[in-house]
C-alpha cells in the first residue's frame, strides 16, 4: 500500500465533517428546552474526538517506527482547532448556518476527549 494511503482514516473525517457543516439540515425542534437546542453540541464533540483520533491514528500508521512525538500531536491539536474555527468562519457567511463560539468550545472538548481515548488505547505509539 503506497504509504500516503495510510492517511485516509483521517481524510475521510476531515470532508465529513465538512460536508455535514455546510448542507441544510432539518429544523427538528422536537422540545423547546436546553437539551434539544444543544443536543448538536455532542455531535460537534463527537466528530472532534473521531478528527483526533483518526488523526493520531493515521500519522501513527504513516511513521515507520509506529511512534509519534508530542509535536506530531501538537501540530495535529492546531491543525484541528484551526480547521474547527475555519469552518465556523465559513458557516458565518452561509444562508443556512451561523458562527458559535459554544461549537467551537464543544470542537474543542472533542479534541481533547480523542486525545485521551488514543493515549488510552494506544499507550505505546508515544516516543519515549
Known amino acids: 500500500m503506497p504509504k500516503w494511503l495510510r492517511l485516509w482514516p483521517f481524510v475521510a473525517v476531515i470532508v465529513a465533517i465538512f460536508w455535514l ?3 441544510k439540515t432539518p429544523g427538528l425542534k422536537l422540545y423547546e428546552n436546553w437539551f434539544w437546542d ?9 466528530a472532534y474526538a473521531a478528527l483526533y483520533f483518526s488523526g493520531a ?8 517506527k509506529k511512534q509519534l512525538t508530542l509535536s506530531n500531536l501538537k501540530v495535529l491539536f492546531a491543525f484541528s482547532f484551526l480547521y474547527g474555527f475555519l469552518i ?14 459554544f461549537d467551537m468550545l464543544a470542537n474543542t472538548l472533542g479534541l481533547i476527549i ?3 481515548i488514543f493515549a488510552r ?5 508515544f516516543l519515549s
Open 88 to 101: 465556523e468562519i465559513l458557516q458565518h457567511f452561509l444562508p443556512h448556518r451561523s458562527f458559535d463560539p
Open 21 to 23: 457543516s455546510v448542507i
Open 57 to 64: 491514528y493515521s500519522l501513527q500508521n504513516f511513521s515507520d
Open 114 to 116: 480523542g486525545a485521551v
Open 38 to 46: 444543544n443536543i448538536d453540541k455532542f455531535g460537534h464533540a463527537l
Open 121 to 125: 488505547l494506544f499507550p505505546k505509539a
